[in-house]
């Protein structure tokens, strides 16, 4: 018999082990005490499985539904419920027959924080136990008193699927029969000091509701065949380093919408149907998609994720984004995707004060909350936070054949200091400012990826002078593949809003970045930050008159894809986009009908590409300084600058001119004597230019300039950028 008290804790769902009173319980051979809850149940019949005989009556022993008996059972699992409410009945299993099938090596790696797969067995998982097919819940919640399975199969109700408690590990599993594909759900869970908290999404779903609902959705395992298999063995066997690599930047809610109005969001199958076709016509490598991890909020555009293991619902199913990436693979191009292991938000599904108590965040809120962004840090030093995050960098490659990750606000984790005033931090074990559990992860998170998958792209969005970002973890760096130079993206944008009568007095501006050029691997990225918040377009951050927006936008572009490091482009940049990004309405696709200078802009961005890809000087050793040369880095007078891309025998010299002066004559130094065809002019009458140019190339002389026994005289179109390349004869 069992207590009144304990009675009472099942009935008001705070027993903490509820297998040890619900469910079999062999008394002797063959004989079992039999007891259930099932709420507002009024008779509860004991039937054999296989005949569905009556076997046993069970008494109800509690009003609110609870009901006991002793049974005499061929084997535990040989019989099942008939349960009646009035004149309904169904047949159910009994859920606390079901045994633990939790497997102790992933129970110990989790513990230890090593385990790689741990989207395998955490979460909901649709399989077949003891012959039964249904869905496994597992969830870790150390400090709950109570959790319990929710959704539409038992009206929400949290006395119905109480899970199992593994209290050495802080896990609770349940299966539940009967629950399959589709099935929405969340958690229940009682707290040891506050009670019943909001109704939790699952950390570890694979898939959720549309939002602004917020439950996690069962999915069963993806049968999807993948037909990227050339793309994959061919990048599993070369790298990005010596390749053009130039990425479209991409949020999907506001490239395009559909409906009168604007307000329709378009699909994956959409985006593999017209986004693709776009992005390979314009020459991009890759799509980098900003955050793609389930959302509330939709101006939040990603950055503060609730379900870091779903991509969002907003455009579709799992499987359709899988079906969209490999249709980017076989079309060659590259899918990378924003990663936020730096911050989590505070929403009261999400992950904060999860199971009543700081779990996935630090308690004391100078290590456990940004003030910038009113969102909750991990804590990287427990070893089940890291593994969470760990995890889930490999997930994204796994599941979806993801090419890299861009790591949001690396800074943010590198430093326990940021953003804090004296006194608003805690320094760490040996008095400083570096975060040292946040470092160990990363520099994990990217050993792994690159153990795994060798020629991934692990990008590091990161604004400080930390050293050796980009270097492997065994010569003493972080580990990251590249990093974002947000060093010259700040200096050359301050330079380019200059009129161009005052930049001969910023002129190093745009020659500092090369000083550092070659310390890091870097990506130069002109991205949605650029465009928001106030900072107006590319376009409207270049001065002059219409004409010298457009000249100076262009030649700007121009030094950009000259310049040395992989390239970075915001969706509507590549068409001069005229106004601020607004996530909440589609690009302004009609500027491209308006004009010839839009056009021309996406026309050069176009050209940019292709000559970055076909011509190895522009592309090959972007991370080495034997790749480039200054010819004049010191022209401050005409706001000239000169340099050279070389890669074995090749070279193009690169010349750009930041005023509105036409320079006919302009004499330059060049490292060898031939003739130096004009690739490109950003002048040039399709790009909406004036037409000024050299027509076609310039043979050398031997007027010395300097400091070369070879020169060119060219002509300088008015704020415009000119690409010549050598040729032997």
């Not at 026309?603 to 000559?611: F, M, R, S, T």
């Not at 193009?652 to 003739?675: K, Q």
């Not at 179109?717 to 390349?725: D, G, I, K, W």
Request: aromatic fraction near 14%; hydrophobic fraction near 40%.
């Amino acid at each position: 018999m069992i207590s009144a008290a304990e009675l009472d804790s099942i009935v008001h769902a705070y027993h903490g082990n509820i297998f040890a009173i619900l469910g079999p319980h062999q008394m002797h051979s063959g004989h079992y005490a039999v007891r259930t809850f099932l709420p507002d149940a009024d008779s509860v019949m004991v039937i054999d499985r296989a005949t569905q005989a009556p076997i046993t009556a069970l008494n109800k022993i509690h009003p609110s539904g609870v009901f006991e008996a002793q049974v005499s059972l061929s084997s535990r699992d040989g019989y099942q419920f008939e349960v009646h409410y009035g004149h309904d009945t169904m047949i159910i299993e009994d859920i606390y027959r079901f045994p633990s099938v939790l497997n102790p090596t992933d129970v110990y790696l989790f513990g230890e924080g090593t385990h790689e797969k741990l989207y395998q067995w955490l979460g909901a998982h649709v399989r077949e136990v003891e012959g039964v097919q249904g869905t496994l819940f597992t969830v870790w919640a150390p400090n709950a008193k109570r959790v319990s399975v929710v959704g539409e199969f038992n009206f929400w109700d949290g006395r119905h699927h109480v899970m199992r408690h593994h209290a050495a590990s802080g896990l609770w599993e349940l299966f539940i029969p009967g629950v399959n594909d589709q099935a929405l759900y969340k958690y229940e869970i009682l707290s040891r000091s506050h009670g019943v908290l909001p109704l939790k999404a699952d950390p570890m779903g694979v898939s959720a509701q549309r939002p602004p609902e917020t439950a996690s959705r069962v999915i069963a395992p993806s049968n999807y065949a993948w037909k990227d298999e050339h793309w994959m063995s061919r990048k599993a066997e070369q790298g990005y380093r010596d390749e053009a690599v130039s990425i479209y930047e991409v949020h999907l809610g506001s490239w395009k919408r559909r409906g009168s109005n604007g307000e329709k969001f378009l699909t994956y199958i959409d985006f593999a149907d017209e986004l693709i076709p776009y992005v390979k016509s314009m020459g991009f490598t890759h799509i980098q998609l900003m955050p793609i991890s389930e959302f509330p909020f939709d101006g939040s555009w990603g950055y503060q994720p609730v379900g870091l293991y779903a991509p969002t619902s907003r455009f579709g199913t799992p499987d359709e984004f899988r079906a969209f990436i490999d249709r980017c693979h076989q079309n060659d191009i590259g899918i990378l995707i924003d990663w936020v292991p730096g911050h989590f938000p505070s929403d009261g599904h999400g992950l904060a004060f999860f199971d009543g108590s700081p779990l996935y965040e630090h308690a004391d809120p100078r290590q456990g909350f940004h003030p910038d962004w009113n969102t909750y840090i991990y804590n990287y030093g427990r070893c089940e936070v890291a593994n969470f995050l760990y995890s889930n960098a490999l997930y994204w490659f796994d599941e979806f054949h993801i090419d890299g990750l861009r790591v949001d606000a690396v800074a943010s984790m590198l430093y326990l200091d940021y953003s804090r005033e004296n006194g608003e931090w805690i320094p760490n074990a040996n008095g400083g400012r570096e975060n040292l559990d946040a470092i160990a992860l990363l520099k994990r998170v990217n050993q792994k990826v690159y153990e795994h998958y060798p020629n991934a792209l692990m990008i590091a969005e990161e604004s400080t002078a930390w050293p050796g970002v980009s270097h492997p973890v065994y010569a003493g760096g972080l580990g990251f593949g590249y990093k974002w130079n947000m060093g010259w993206m700040n200096d050359s944008l301050r330079y380019m809003a200059n009129d161009p009568i005052h930049r001969r007095y910023h002129h190093h501006d745009m020659t500092f970045s090369l000083l550092y050029a070659f310390n890091e691997n870097f990506i130069l990225p002109l991205s949605h930050d650029e465009v928001v918040h106030g900072k107006g377009s590319l376009l409207d951050k270049m001065p002059g008159d219409a004409w010298q927006k457009f000249a100076n936008l262009r030649a700007y572009y121009g030094f950009m894809w000259g310049h040395p490091g992989k390239k970075l482009l915001f969706m509507g940049c590549e068409f001069a986009q005229g106004k601020e990004w607004d996530h909440d309405h589609s690009l302004d696709w009609h500027l491209l009908d308006d004009n010839h200078w839009h056009p021309g802009v996406k026309q050069l961005v176009q050209d940019l590409n292709n000559l970055y890809r076909r011509v190895p000087a522009m592309h090959y050793d972007d991370c080495e300084a034997r790749g480039f040369e200054w010819l004049d880095a010191d022209d401050s007078g005409a706001s000239v600058f000169a340099f050279a891309r070389k890669a074995h025998n090749d070279i193009v010299v690169v010349v750009s001119n930041m005023t509105p002066v036409l320079r006919e004559g302009y004499c330059l130094g060049v490292p060898r004597a031939g003739f130096y065809q004009e690739l490109m002019n950003t002048d040039a009458k399709i790009y909406g230019g004036s037409d000024k140019g050299n027509a076609g190339g310039v043979q050398t002389n031997t007027i010395k300039a300097h400091g070369r026994e070879q020169s060119i005289c060219i002509t300088l179109p008015p704020l415009a950028t000119v690409f010549f390349e050598w040729q032997s004869k």
